[in-house]
């Protein structure tokens, strides 16, 4: 299995359309094109303007044919467009991606 940390910079103001366009639609999308979420977070310094989700893939080559699909998707596409009318609502996105230690199991 393999974990990708997914990190935005929200602009300033947009923490609410974002959230909004996650909880709405995009968790839904990602699930549709074999994505699972199992985690979402902000930040709990609300200054910082972060939000944290982490996504489950069976490998890098499945993530990222996920993706493709996912961006290509014209329900994406649309949610996208309407949820960014009044301007972008991510300044900046990382991942970083991860695997279990060999003497972990997930409980």
């Known amino acids: 299995m393999l974990y990708e940390l997914?990190?935005?910079?929200?602009?300033?103001?947009?923490?609410?359309?974002?959230l909004d366009r996650f909880r709405d639609d995009t968790i839904?999308?990602?699930?549709?094109?074999?994505?699972?979420?199992?985690?979402?977070?902000?930040?709990?310094?609300?200054?910082?303007?972060?939000?944290?989700?982490?996504v489950e893939h069976a490998d890098m080559d499945a993530r990222n044919l996920n993706y493709e699909r996912f961006r290509a998707d014209p329900e994406w596409l649309e949610v996208r467009r309407v949820s960014e009318q009044d301007g972008p609502l991510v300044d900046k996105q990382e991942s970083v991606f991860m695997k279990n230690a060999p003497f972990f199991q997930r409980q």
């Open 6 to 18: 997914r990190m935005y910079d929200i602009v300033p103001g947009r923490m609410p359309a974002i």
């Open 28 to 54: 839904k999308l990602f699930a549709k094109h074999d994505m699972k979420v199992t985690q979402f977070w902000i930040d709990a310094d609300e200054a910082s303007n972060r939000l944290y989700y982490l």
